[in-house]
C-alpha cells in the first residue's frame, strides 16, 4: 500500500525558511512524479510544484523564486523548502503522488508567527 | 493561471438523494495529446483530499460507482447518487492541463 507522511515543524518565523519531508513508503519516487499542494485556512487549494521521478521539477510561478523541491531516493523521501515565508504562507501543507494526485500524506499544519 | 469556478459554493442534500456540482474552466482543458486532465476530490472532515474521478469520468480504484463525472472542454460535473453519511465533506476540481495546476474554491456538502 501506498503511503505518504510529512514531517517537519509546525510554526515558522517570518522571514525564515520552511522545510518539510515526505517520506513514502510502497512505492518508489524514482517512478511517477511526486509533489506538494497546500490549503490555505478557507479551503483555497494550491499546487505548488512537483520533482518527476528523474528528478526535474516544475514549480508554480507564484513560488518560483521561493521554492525548491529535492529528494533522496535511497531514503525514499523528497522535500519541500520554502524561503522568505510570511504569515500568507500559513497553512497545511500535503505532499502527494502522481499529476493528479491519487495518494496525499495526512498533511501538516504550519503556521508563520513571530 | 486557469480560474475553475465551482457551484454550488454549498449544498445541502438528504440521505438517499442526488446532487450534482459544476466545474467551468477560463480555458479549455483539452491537452495537446487529446486527454483532459480534470479531477475530483472529496476532502472529509478531519482527512487529507482524496482522489475521486481523473480525466473527467475515470473513477479511482475504489470509488463507488454512485460517484460520475463527465463534461468536455471548459463545463464538467459531478454527480453523486443516493447520497451516503460517509460522502460529506469539500469536494474540489482539479485541473493538469495547463501550468500551472489549478483548483476550484470546494463544494461544501451537508447533510440537509
Known amino acids: 500500500e501506498v503511503q505518504l507522511q510529512e514531517s517537519g515543524p509546525g510554526l515558522v518565523k517570518p522571514s525564515q525558511s520552511l522545510s518539510l519531508t515526505c517520506s513514502v513508503t510502497?512505492?518508489?519516487?524514482?517512478?511517477?512524479?511526486w509533489g506538494w499542494i497546500r490549503k490555505f485556512p478557507g479551503n483555497k487549494m494550491e499546487w505548488m510544484g512537483y520533482i518527476s521521478y528523474s528528478g526535474s521539477t516544475s514549480y508554480n510561478p507564484s513560488l518560483k523564486s521561493r521554492i525548491s523541491i529535492t529528494r533522496d531516493t535511497s531514503k525514499n523521501q523528497f522535500f519541500l523548502q520554502l524561503n522568505s515565508v510570511t504569515t500568507e504562507d500559513t497553512a497545511t501543507y500535503y505532499c502527494a503522488k502522481g499529476r493528479d494526485p491519487d495518494y496525499w500524506g495526512q498533511g501538516v499544519m504550519v503556521t508563520v508567527s513571530s | 493561471d486557469v480560474v475553475m469556478t465551482q457551484t454550488p459554493v454549498s449544498l445541502s442534500v438528504s440521505l438517499g438523494g442526488q446532487v450534482s456540482i459544476s466545474c467551468r474552466s477560463s480555458?479549455?482543458?483539452?491537452?495537446?495529446?487529446?486527454?483532459?486532465?480534470l479531477s475530483w476530490y472529496l476532502q472529509k472532515p478531519g482527512q487529507s483530499p482524496q482522489l475521486l474521478i481523473y480525466?473527467?469520468?475515470n473513477r479511482f480504484s475504489g470509488i463507488s460507482d454512485r460517484f460520475s463525472g463527465s463534461g468536455s472542454g471548459t463545463d464538467f460535473t459531478l454527480k453523486i447518487s443516493r447520497v451516503e453519511p460517509d460522502d460529506l465533506g469539500v469536494y474540489y476540481c482539479g485541473q493538469g492541463t495547463q501550468y500551472p495546476d489549478t483548483f476550484g474554491a470546494g463544494t461544501k456538502l451537508e447533510l440537509k
Open positions: 510502497g512505492y518508489s519516487i524514482t517512478s511517477n512524479y
Open positions: 480525466k473527467v469520468s
Open positions: 480555458q479549455s482543458l483539452v491537452h495537446n495529446n487529446g486527454n483532459t486532465y
